[in-house]
């Protein structure tokens, strides 16, 4: 057998070893520190992106309901401007004549001013139609809520109409998660989560009323995978919103301390309700995309 040989060192030779495993080391620790405030300094820059969008959203209903609202001044300028020309018309045709009607010329100012309220009225509906097919849009609100939840997090559960749903996530200014609810379609299912210490019941406009508005304590979902990348898994989001199911990441933290991403699907009240949604998924094509664990899915109750 070959002998096994040994490199002796010299203690300035061992020295200059150690000092580069050092600075190795140290440079190791450097780059992962730069990395960790890399990363959450893209978080930041994300979520203050998407305040931006969701202030801008804001802007636009208020200016939408400001053409609203003047439209219907103008509308109703009309209506006495034509009031105004009848009376003058009237009295001054009874004056002229009590036994005669309204001259040819003055009933066709009449029916001049009349035809122009008529445009104007018709000008005012198209207006408001626009307005209320502008004011919610589910697949552009759908897309646009936030990709993920960090366990720990203030939240707060709505079911409520789509106006209610319109006003809760432009005028609170909060990321949010959105899905219909699965036996009645105008109706909505949504998440407003309070992000930075944020409380959502304190941010509730004051245009919606607190005592008809159903807010729920318990938030219940179906988790399909947990994963420790979070680029794996906020992928994951995306393609299944693109198939229209509602997906987000859930980041929690393990019993050792360690973080991980769950896929989870839904919003739900009730762990019934999220037992009969994980019955209804198409598995097959679960699986096809994410493998055989989609199997072992069950409901977890968001923390």
Not at 245 to 269: C, E, M, N, Q, W
Not at 273 to 288: G, P, T, V, Y
């Amino acid at each position: 057998m070959p002998r096994k040989r040994y490199v002796e060192l010299s203690e300035k030779e061992a020295r200059f070893v150690g000092l580069s495993l050092i600075i190795l080391f140290t440079i190791c620790i450097v780059l992962l520190i730069y990395s960790l405030i890399l990363r959450a300094r893209i978080e930041q820059c994300r979520y203050r992106n998407q305040q931006l969008e969701e202030k801008l959203e804001r802007l636009n209903r208020r200016f939408n309901v400001l053409v609203s609202t003047g439209t219907s001044v103008q509308l109703q300028l009309s209506d006495n401007f034509t009031d105004v020309v009848a009376t003058q018309s009237s009295q001054s045709s009874m004056a002229m004549c009590s036994e005669c009607s309204l001259s040819s010329s003055q009933s066709s100012t009449i029916s001049t001013q009349v035809e122009g309220k008529t445009e104007v009225g018709t000008s005012a509906s198209s207006n408001v139609k626009l307005f209320e097919i502008e004011k919610f849009d589910y697949e552009k609100y759908f897309k646009k809520s936030t990709d993920f939840y960090i366990e720990g997090e203030p939240f707060m559960v709505v079911k409520a109409g789509t106006d209610t749903t319109f006003k809760l996530i432009v005028d609170t200014g909060l990321p949010y998660f959105l899905m219909r609810d699965s036996t009645d379609s105008t109706i909505m299912k949504l998440v407003i989560i309070g992000r930075n210490g944020e409380n959502p019941k304190e941010r509730i406009p004051e245009s919606v009323s607190t005592e008809s508005l159903n807010i729920f304590e318990n938030w219940y979902s179906v988790q399909i995978l947990a994963h420790r990348s979070e680029r794996a898994v906020r992928g994951y989001v995306k393609e299944l919103r693109e198939s229209s199911i509602p997906a987000i990441d859930y980041v929690f933290k393990t019993s050792r301390g360690s973080t991980l991403h769950g896929l989870i699907i839904g919003i739900f009240t009730s762990v019934e309700e999220a037992r009969e949604f994980s019955k209804s998924l198409d598995e097959d094509f679960l699986i096809k995309k994410y493998g055989s664990g989609v199997k072992r899915r069950y409901v977890r109750k968001i923390k």
